[in-house]
């Protein structure tokens, strides 16, 4: 997928045209180019607007985690040629199948191995002892996805990732601001959507990376100062 | 890379180079370790910035008297071929920024190789008066004695500031924060972790989290917000005349006690209010809670609390 085939494609990408497969690959090289990028992100806001934040439902870092694998296999898509993407489809079922077959194999391994642990206590006449020697580290970082894959396709995702964590957290305040919104006078509702506006648009016309990052940090700054002051002489612009 | 550099202002030295090889086993933590030291000597005007971007490991930043920068560099992999993908970028420039990078080199050809598996840790020695902007991923991100501030940021790792002055400002999405005798104006934030601060002076503090605890000791700037949406708040602080201390949370609770310089006008808006024992003449209007100790006569400090669903506790301390 060069830049080429993409701009080519951009206008229908962006109308929901391309078959899954066109669609992944265009997805996936957006993901690598920002000339590209950018220039699907401008066509975007000529279309409909990124006037409103995403809704977010499940927790923000399992979402990242599988928005991060989505892109990563996108991001592998777009460099694999055509007849490889192709054939690659044609795999599915029989990987399907395998994978099947894999699993009842695990399973009745685990069933056998099960039985022999069991043999072997009643042989000793004493249980056996799990031993935990390496309880696993939780690793709080909302990049990390667990999946062995090269450290080089790690880096290049954890901006995107950060971003994603940063935008989850003001959807949450977001949702928060417009449950208490309803009990605003009209006054403080007009204040309040004239600064949204701003921060939103801070937002979206940020460059991706740590630019839109602080744009991010800074609408949370603000809903966070929004949602927790209700009369007092310090207002959402801090305290003085 | 190491000793990349550009422009004329910089001489590097090249202090001393070490590459200990240990025999590849069944262990999964690295085998490999390639230790190097630079010092980077400035030949016109003296650093004033230095940049560090490490995704890959461990910042630390340690300010002392001297002209030079010091870079020492600890990389670790699984083995030779992948430590040389592993690269440290020296880029400094005419106006006195230095600019220090990590990466790994991409390409078909290497064999792959997960995150954890390299690492690549700095240590620098800076002078003094240079600024610090320095970012970690998951490492963890440590700065002591400078005195011109700085903007560190993590998405992980710890942040650990320890003697620093000037304008400060960090950011982490879920690495705990501490910051240690820091005196200017502080802007610290973050997501999902804890935020502990102890010993702070300067004109203005303002600190949040949104699912994290913020604790502060001894703080004593002018203006202080702090802010949480999840968190509790726990501060002892000093005021100072006409300075304001705002703390606000949606949930968590707050917990404030106050070293008075003259009088203070005490707000507290909670599920529950107690202003303590030494707080009188309490008066209760629209949800609020309003009370002045001191004189009435003097300019006070502002004290404003509120919990939307917490508890609010207030004391002064003598």
Sequence with gaps: MTCEDTQRELTSYLDGELDVDRGRAVRGHLRGCAPCRTAAHSESILRDGLRSLPTLDPPAPLWSGVRRRLAEAEVADARRPRWRRVVAGWGRPVRGLGLALGGVAIAMGIAVWHAMERQMERQQGQPTVAVLSSVPVVDRSPCSSGEPHDVALALASEPTCVTEAYAAAAADLMRTAHGQRAQWDNDRRARFDAQLDKVRRDVEVAPEGRPRQSAYRAMIRFLQRVTTRDGMLADARGVR | ?318
């Design chain 2, 1 to 318: 890379m190491i000793g990349d550099s550009r422009g004329r202002t910089v001489a590097v030295v090249v202090g001393c180079s070490a590459v200990l090889g240990a025999a590849a086993n069944a262990d999964p933590r690295p085998a490999v370790e390639e230790r190097s030291r630079l010092e980077v000597q400035p030949s016109d005007a003296s650093f004033r910035q230095v940049t560090l971007d490490n995704p890959l490991g461990d910042v630390r930043v340690e300010g002392y008297d001297g002209t030079a920068i010091v870079v020492e560099t600890y990389k670790r992999a699984p083995d030779g071929g992948t430590i040389d993908r592993l690269r440290v970028s020296l880029i400094p420039s005419a106006d006195g920024r230095l600019r220090i990078a990590t990466g790994v080199v991409d390409g078909r050809d290497f064999r792959p190789v997960t995150r954890s598996q390299v690492r690549v840790d700095l240590v620098i020695r800076a002078p003094r008066n240079a600024r610090i902007e320095a970012s970690t991923a998951g490492g963890r991100l440590q700065v002591e004695n400078m005195d011109a501030g700085g903007e560190l940021d993590s998405s992980s790792g710890a942040i650990a500031i320890t003697n620093v002055s000037g304008q400060l400002i960090t950011h982490s999405v879920s690495g705990p924060t501490s910051l240690t005798q820091v005196f200017g104006s502080v802007d610290a934030a973050t997501l999902w972790s804890d935020l502990v601060l102890d010993t702070i002076g300067g004109p203005k503090l303002v600190a949040s989290a949104t699912m994290g605890k913020i604790d502060g000791r001894r703080v004593r700037s002018q203006e202080i917000e702090l802010t949480t949406t999840g968190g509790a708040i726990v501060v002892e602080a000093e005021t100072s005349v006409r300075g304001h201390l705002v703390v606000s949370t949606l949930q968590g609770n707050i917990d404030v006690r106050v070293r008075r310089r003259g009088p203070v006008l005490v707000r507290a808006r909670a599920a529950k209010v107690n202003l303590g024992p030494r707080v009188s003449e309490v008066q209760r209007q629209a949800g609020w809670s309003t009370a002045i100790v001191g004189s009435r006569s003097d300019p006070a400090a502002v004290v404003e609390l509120q919990s939307r669903y917490g508890v609010v506790q207030f004391a002064i301390v003598e």
